[in-house]
């Protein structure tokens, strides 16, 4: 099977701007997660994704959002970006809500300037 | 609330001896226990995870961890060091959330630098 996929690779925008990340889980997979990374904070949990529906939300604040479509794809969208939004995005996929193992895609690295 | 702590954010050892990386953990229910293993400009790849069965785990690439209860602590070993296990490692743990689901809180990190 093919791994978890997320486009683009490598992003850089511009503060005030807004962006759409994608990520394409593995084939049979229903829950989508995302997370941040970033050297100050670290991996932190933003928002998890099952059959459509949002389960679980980290403590991010509103500008960031995200959905998840019939054939499990999920988009995280980010408006008014920050310089502190710059980040390696990590989307993860995993069969279920239990504990399925989760498979982590390459990330998204997002420059704001 | 759930909190992980590992101890060291570099840990530099030579090419066959044992992998030591230090993890503690907080829990307010029984926890859920991973490690992870993230190479340059990688996702992040599970090694091993406890999930309340035996407390010595065996990961891929003869990583293991043992589960403490009484120390709080899930610490990662491998008994020789390959070069090819430099990279970074994430203690994470999980407990039930209120979707039902198990999401992670994850350590700093440390990096293995593996010598010559």
């Known amino acids: 099977k093919a791994g978890v996929t997320q486009t683009p690779r490598y992003l850089i925008k511009t503060r005030g701007q807004q962006v759409t990340l994608s990520c394409s889980p593995i084939?049979?997979?229903?829950?989508v997660s995302w997370y941040q990374q970033t050297p100050g904070q670290g991996l932190q949990f933003l928002f998890e994704?099952?059959?459509?529906?949002?389960?679980n939300k980290g403590n991010f604040p509103g500008r960031f959002s995200g959905r998840q479509f019939s054939n499990s794809r999920s988009e995280m969208n980010v408006s008014t970006l920050e310089l502190g939004d710059s980040a390696l995005y990590l989307c993860?996929?995993?069969?279920?809500?239990?504990?399925?193992?989760?498979?982590f895609g390459p990330g998204t690295r997002l420059t704001v300037l | 609330a759930q909190s992980v702590t590992q101890l060291g954010s570099h840990v530099s050892v030579s090419e066959g001896a044992l992998v030591l990386l230090r993890c503690n953990y907080s829990?307010?229910?029984?926890?859920?226990l991973f490690w992870y293993v993230q190479y340059p400009n990688q996702g992040l790849q599970l090694l091993l995870k406890?999930?309340?069965?035996?407390?010595l785990v065996k990961g891929i690439n003869d990583f293991e961890a043992e589960f403490k209860k009484s120390e709080t602590s899930f610490h990662l070993t491998k008994p020789s060091a390959h070069m090819s296990d430099a990279a970074e490692y994430f203690c994470?743990?999980?407990?039930?959330?209120?979707?039902?689901?198990?999401?992670?809180?994850f350590g700093r990190g440390t990096s293995l630098i593996v010598h010559p």
């Open positions: 829990s307010s229910v029984p926890p859920y």
């Open positions: 084939s049979g997979h229903r829950s």
């Open positions: 994470a743990v999980s407990g039930a959330s209120s979707g039902g689901s198990y999401i992670p809180t």
């Open positions: 406890y999930t309340s069965a035996a407390t």
């Open positions: 993860a996929s995993s069969e279920g809500l239990s504990l399925d193992t989760q498979y």
């Open positions: 994704y099952f059959s459509e529906t949002q389960r």
